[in-house]
């Protein structure tokens, strides 16, 4: 288990090996996860924390080429993650990740090589946030022109991710479409997969499905 900051552990999971990591682990955190997971038969690793800390396991996991690894969340609350795969939280999701079964399901990732688990909002830079620029989610059009914003998340059925205008919900709601991939070009796109924020503007962005699919404990 790899419990990512201070984050409160439920109690069935008292009794599983567990290492800690920042809220938000890098390279070198997993280095002992995996080193663990090689001695142990038939392994699953646990992330406790957030959508950033899972997406964050799910990327290392993808860069080193252990998508055949099952991987069970479990997060305090309800996030863009949970709702995109139909988890729980807490407690349940503790039982979940003990005893759940894991199933492959779509991989997506960015051009950057990072996953994608929960939600990717993509804005304009500077004071006026809107977002300049087209999009395309395979081949059709999503927009062209300015728009308040992008949102791009992960489905768990094939194709494997939908986009939408990012215009609030009284304005009529999102209009998804779904695709393999979505790419975006602008003059200066500031991209949040997760809950991290991207340290610089992009003018080019792109999510897409991996290859290979990752094995999901639900």
């Not at 996860?33 to 959508?51: Q, Y």
């Not at 070009?185 to 500031?190: D, L, Q, R, Y």
Request: with cysteine; proline share 8%; net charge neutral.
């Amino acid at each position: 288990m790899l419990r990512c900051g201070d984050v409160p552990l439920p109690l069935a999971l008292t009794p599983v090996t567990a290492l800690s990591a920042p809220a938000l682990p890098e390279k070198d955190d997993f280095e002992d996860v995996f080193a663990h997971l090689e001695s142990v038969e038939d392994p699953r690793l646990i992330v406790v924390g957030d959508d950033a800390a899972f997406a964050a396991t799910v990327t290392r996991l993808m860069r080193t080429e252990r998508l055949d690894l099952e991987v069970a969340y479990v997060p305090e609350k309800r996030t863009p993650a949970t709702e995109a795969y139909g988890l729980r939280t807490g407690s349940k999701a503790a039982t979940v990740a003990l005893q759940g079964v894991a199933k492959p399901l779509p991989l997506i990732r960015d051009d950057a090589g990072i996953a994608l688990v929960g939600r990717a909002l993509v804005c304009g830079a500077g004071d006026d946030t809107a977002l300049v620029g087209e999009a395309y989610v395979d081949d059709t059009r999503l927009f062209s022109g300015t728009v308040p914003g992008v949102r791009v998340e992960p489905t768990p059925a094939m194709p494997g991710l939908r986009a939408a205008v990012d215009r609030p919900r009284w304005f009529g709601g999102y209009k998804w479409l779904s695709g393999r991939a979505i790419q975006l070009g602008s003059p200066a796109a500031v991209v949040t997969r997760d809950g991290v924020t991207n340290p610089r503007a992009l003018k080019r962005s792109a999510f897409y499905r991996h290859d290979k699919k990752w094995k999901l404990v639900r």
